[in-house]
């Protein structure tokens, strides 16, 4: 639990005249789940997004794994090939689950597979129907999206992130999507992960949820964190009147 595994250092991001990130600077060490909660606006999905460089932060250090870089500066093509390797570390799960509608369960989960890694077709789907069996699925790999419900869908999204063997995953709002009767079935394959140990960043607004998983809470506001706590603590003595007013709203 000791070694980092992500490490953010003075990551700042605009986005035209808006700065959503003003410098942050988090490490998130192996085998450690944290969750990221704020208000809307806060910057959560632009940061987790920048951990995967789906944005490229425009100036701070950024190391994931054994990768590291400064950001924001052109990239010659060893700096490219780094922040590819850095991107393939880290698996992202989204708030839309993002799959391919014109592939199959199984499609999606072998997808990176095969393209990115490359793996021989028979591993590929011998990988692809372990994952869904993982995320409680295996009867349902030949099945499109359009076919499957949002709960289904977001299991084969979390199967599709873990069939690139990731370090970490990290989830924007995983079940925000959903109707409420169908979070459950997400969250358990969530819980699962943590239970093998799995290095985790979650973006989420379910208290209940977040009080139970996270080793430690993150809580953003306006492009900064503003706190960082045991979730115990973090849910029963926030320090800082922003933590304070959003967990009244939230609860
Ligand atoms: P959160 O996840 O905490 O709700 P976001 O990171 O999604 O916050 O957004 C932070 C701010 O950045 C919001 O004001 C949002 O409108 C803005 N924003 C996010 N992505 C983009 C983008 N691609 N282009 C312009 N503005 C963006």
Redesign the pocket.
């Known amino acids: 639990m000791t070694q980092p595994m992500i490490e953010l250092r003075g990551i700042h991001k605009r986005?035209?005249d808006?700065e959503?990130l003003r410098g942050v600077d988090l490490t998130v060490r192996a085998g450690e789940v944290v969750v990221l909660m704020?208000?809307?606006?806060?910057?959560?999905?632009?940061?987790v997004r920048c951990m995967n460089l789906l944005?490229e932060p425009d100036s701070g250090h950024l190391r994931v794994c054994d990768c590291a870089f400064d950001c924001g500066s052109p990239r010659d093509r060893a700096g490219r090939r780094l922040a590819r390797q850095a991107r393939r570390r880290t698996g992202m799960v989204f708030q839309q689950f993002n799959l391919f509608p014109h592939m199959t369960a199984l499609g999606n989960v072998i997808e990176g597979p095969r393209q990115v890694r490359q793996l021989p077709m028979s591993e590929a789907i011998a990988l692809g129907e372990r994952l869904l069996d993982r995320v409680g699925l295996s009867g349902k790999r030949d099945e499109y999206p359009s076919r499957l419900s949002g709960g289904q869908k977001q299991r084969v999204a979390i199967a599709r992130a873990l069939a690139m063997e990731p370090r970490a995953v990290l989830f924007?709002e995983p079940t925000s999507a959903l109707d409420p009767e169908l979070h459950a079935e997400v969250l358990e394959v969530i819980r699962e992960l943590a239970g093998e140990g799995m290095t985790m960043v979650i973006?989420t607004h379910e208290t209940h949820f977040a009080r139970e998983i996270a080793d430690r809470i993150v809580f953003?506001d306006g492009?900064v964190i503003v706190e960082e706590a045991a979730p115990e603590a973090f849910f029963t003595r926030p320090t800082q009147e922003r933590a304070r007013s959003f967990l009244r709203l939230v609860d």
């Not at 704020?38 to 940061?47: F, I, V």
């Open positions: 986005f035209a808006l959503v704020g208000p809307s606006g806060s910057g959560k999905t632009t940061l944005e924007d973006v953003m492009g």
